[in-house]
């Protein structure tokens, strides 16, 4: 046993600062084990596709306008073809509504004509046409990160 001072517990300090050493390795081994678990996972954000299928085209006859909520997105069918417009008002992202012959965002009153032309601001830009294909299956599809020109149409 060793003359060195004791606390009223009778640890001296040696013995403490060697305790505290074997905590901080433990502690940093643990860290470091951590660390290695969470590298061998990938760092994967999934998001929801923007291509959807809407249906077939037989479940739209023409003069159809269907608006899908869930997919922000207003789908027309004419004698011409199909096309889909999005109702997201370029503005700041309102949802916009069916008003008369086209469309009017509830949030600041930005008015779109029915192919999407701003007829009164404060929205920028008109509302974008996405693109529409068929799938292989027989479906209508919208792909909803590919804008293309508005007027164009899809025609089965
Ligand atoms: S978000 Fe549509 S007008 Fe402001």
């Known amino acids: 046993m060793s003359n060195e001072p004791r606390n009223k517990n009778g640890v ?14 433990i502690l940093s081994s643990l860290t ?23 249906g077939r085209p037989e479940e739209f006859p023409p003069g159809t306008v269907k608006k899908l ?3 922000k997105v207003f789908i027309f069918a004419d004698k ?16 916009v509504r069916a008003s008369g012959d086209g469309f009017q965002c509830p949030c600041h009153g930005s008015k779109f004509n029915k192919n999407g032309k701003v007829l009164a601001g ?7 046409w ?6 292989v299956d027989g479906n209508i599809v919208v792909d909803a990160s590919r804008e293309i020109k508005a007027g164009t149409k899809f025609k089965v």
């Open 12 to 25: 001296s300090r040696r013995d403490f600062l060697g305790l505290a050493s074997i905590g901080a390795v």
């Open 130 to 135: 996405l693109e529409v294909s068929r799938h």
């Open 80 to 95: 011409d073809g199909f096309h889909a417009v999005s109702s997201v008002c370029t503005h700041l992202g309102c949802i």
């Open 69 to 71: 909520d869930d997919k």
């Open 32 to 54: 470091l084990l951590a660390g290695i678990f969470r590298l061998t996972k990938a760092d994967v954000h999934y998001e929801e596709s923007k291509k959807f299928k809407i």
């Open 122 to 128: 404060p929205a920028p830009r008109n509302l974008p």
